[in-house]
């Protein structure tokens, strides 16, 4: 009788330290698939600009700036931190283009990083530039601008420089419920 209780009781620490095992390996997935996940990249809308709130193109000559310089210029930062859409301010419509003004050519868009000279002059274009956008601001430099060239900034962030607060008490939780499994198993061995 002795000898099965003994069996039973062996048996049964086994299928603990399988367990045990089972769950730090569970553990250890969810903590790498958290790490996974928190480091990729997202965008996040930081403002957005009119093509006509850039200053005014003459008497003297004005840089021509991409979408993203432009960006970069208004919002800190470098143009690689970026990505530009022309439709809204939602992360799901980012369609990576921008509004842009051309001396002598007009109104168009193009791509966000299109650059095709370091000065606005004739044939060059510009993400902030007063010039066809807004050029009611001529004549009233604090009028708004209500035309449509609205450029939209989205700042690139990686999420694994902050944790976010739910994936950091997860980490800690399964952290803290391995340390304290290990300590009850070797208080009972």
Known sequence: MVWILHSAHAIVLNLLKLTMRTISKFLNGAVLAVAALSSHASPVFVGSWNVGDGPVYFPETQPAYSGLEA?????????????????????????????YDGYGIGLGK??????????????IRSAYILDNSCNIRYFS????????????????????????????????????GVVFIRRRNNKNT
């Open 71 to 99: 960006a970069a210029l208004l919002f800190g930062g470098d143009a690689s931190d970026y990505v530009i859409s022309t439709i809204d301010a939602l992360v799901a419509n980012i369609d990576n283009m921008a509004w």
């Open 110 to 123: 193009l791509a966000e990083d299109f650059d095709n000279g370091a000065e606005y002059t004739l044939g």
């Open 141 to 176: 430099p604090t009028s708004p601008c209500l035309d449509g060239f609205v450029n939209y900034a989205f700042r690139i962030t990686d999420a694994g420089e902050v944790p976010e607060p739910a994936s950091l008490a997860l980490v800690v939780a399964a952290l803290g």
